[in-house]
């Protein structure tokens, strides 16, 4: 019974319990060694009695105790001083208990906040290469798009080109100069919006001079939907008409010929403007099937993005 209730009380208080349980007993055992019997106490008495004296002497140590006001405030005065005493012992050891329990939390307490420090820093240094990590995704991600965007573009996009095709030569008693008739052609897989263009045809030597410009004409052609694989017939006729004894060697090609440069202008799907430039010039042949239009495109001027 003991045991089980110094297990469920606190151990100061225990102690105390003990160390007053211990006192009491002792107070009492020494009462009962010094108590006189009840014949001891008459004999004494008498004694007294005869002597003349007190027989104050004659009662136990509890009776002069008790009806004494200043012995018995001496002895609760003892019993208080050592009650405090033992308090103060106790007191002692539970503040020396208490400032080991308060060392070892606070070493505890700083060992955590140490170990959660270097954990969130190690949290931290995961986030900041996950970030990282995501960043990186990110471009690539971003990358990737552009690079799908630009090889859907390339291969969905429209694609203009112009194509030698026919012409006419010069015969002035019908009215007709000579004149270039070019293939424009969108080998694309989109439409071409908003194309314009414009052309100019002269006759030239052959070959081109290196320092020619391609002067750009004034008569820019109104815009137009040009479908994919689909092709229109342009055409651009030089200004005059020449001396009737070149006709022969401008449609043989040399030392001249009709030249013919242009640029056309469009719009892809994809909201870019692109342009192509083309410079080609045309002669005529003789078959067996009789005169027949070929040209040669030139070195020069002839580009597209």
């Keep these: 019974m003991l045991r089980k209730f110094l297990k469920l009380a606190n151990p100061e208080i225990a102690f105390g319990f003990l160390i007053a349980t211990v006192f009491w ?3 009492l055992g020494w ?3 010094y108590t006189p019997s009840e014949m001891e106490k008459h004999q004494c008495e008498e004694s007294a009695h005869k002597a003349g004296h007190k027989t104050e002497e004659c009662k136990t140590f509890w009776e002069r105790t008790t009806t004494d006001p200043v012995a018995f405030f001496t002895f609760w005065l003892v019993v208080s001083t050592i009650g405090l005493g033992i308090s103060t012992c106790l007191l002692w050891v539970a503040g020396e208990k208490q400032f080991e329990f ?3 939390n606070a070493t505890e307490q700083a060992v ?3 170990n959660s420090i270097a954990e969130a820093a190690r949290a931290a240094t995961a986030m900041e290469r996950v970030a990282s990590g995501i960043a990186i995704s990110a471009r690539a991600a971003e990358n990737s798009v552009a690079t799908i965007r630009e090889r859907t573009a390339l291969q969905m996009r429209a694609y203009i080109s112009v194509n030698i095709n026919n012409g006419v030569y ?3 008693e019908r009215g007709l100069r000579f004149d270039v008739r070019p293939i424009v052609f969108n080998s694309g897989n ?3 919006h908003n194309l314009t263009y414009w052309a100019t045809a002269r006759i030239l030597p052959q070959p081109l001079p290196e320092d020619f410009d391609f ?6 052609k109104s815009g137009l939907v040009l479908g994919p694989h689909q092709n229109i017939l342009i055409n651009a006729t030089v200004p005059d008409f020449v001396d009737d004894a070149e006709v022969e060697e401008i449609k043989s090609g040399f ?6 440069w242009e640029a056309v202008l469009y719009e892809d799907v994809f909201g870019e403007f692109k342009e192509t430039k083309f410079c080609h010039s045309l002669f005529w042949v003789t078959g067996p099937q009789g005169e027949l239009v070929s040209g040669n495109y030139t070195a020069r001027h002839n580009e597209a993005t």
């Design 25 to 27: 007993i002792g107070v």
């Design 170 to 172: 010069q015969e002035r």
């Design 112 to 114: 955590e906040t140490k």
């Design 102 to 104: 308060l060392t070892r």
């Design 31 to 33: 009462q009962a060694a």
């Design 215 to 220: 002067p750009q004409a004034d008569d820019i």
């Design 190 to 192: 989109t439409p071409a």
């Design 255 to 260: 030392p001249k010929r009709v030249y013919i």
